[in-house]
């Protein structure tokens, strides 16, 4: 039905990430999920750079330093490291800077990711852009 019909009704929440998620819990424990999880978060923190989900700066930089610290637990494969962090750091500048180091990251991590998964980060790398 429509809201028009349901006039307390409240829209329904969508996930951003459902391809992202559903690899993440498809996979087996390993460095394959590792990269699914933190490409997850990573996404998550740069969609708050987002014009309408624009987070406050200081907000945003105290969200990458915990980012920073998690990712460091992780036992991601060398090759991906340095792009996440990187990543993650840019979520303090601005969408371009987000965008660029997003687009880095799937050249470096996508081939333990899928085509949809690296969809989702490369449909949210061209929002950022604008």
Do not use: N
């Not at 708050?48 to 460091?72: C, F, I, Q, S, Y």
């Amino acid at each position: 039905m429509h809201a028009e019909y349901l006039p307390y009704a409240l829209e329904p929440l969508r996930f951003p990430f459902p391809a992202l998620a559903s690899l993440a819990g498809r996979l087996p424990l390993g460095g394959g999920r590792e990269v699914a999880l933190a490409a997850l978060m990573t996404a998550r923190l740069a969609q708050g750079v987002t014009t309408g989900d624009l987070l406050p700066p200081g907000e945003r930089g105290t969200r990458a330093v915990a980012a920073k610290v998690w990712l460091a637990s992780l036992a991601l494969p060398a090759t991906t490291r340095v792009p996440f962090v990187r990543c993650v750091d840019s979520t303090t500048g601005t969408a371009l800077q987000v965008a660029g180091a997003l687009r880095s990251l799937v050249a470096a991590a996508g081939t333990h990711l899928d085509g949809p998964s690296i969809q989702e980060l490369e449909t949210l790398a061209r929002k950022l852009v604008g």
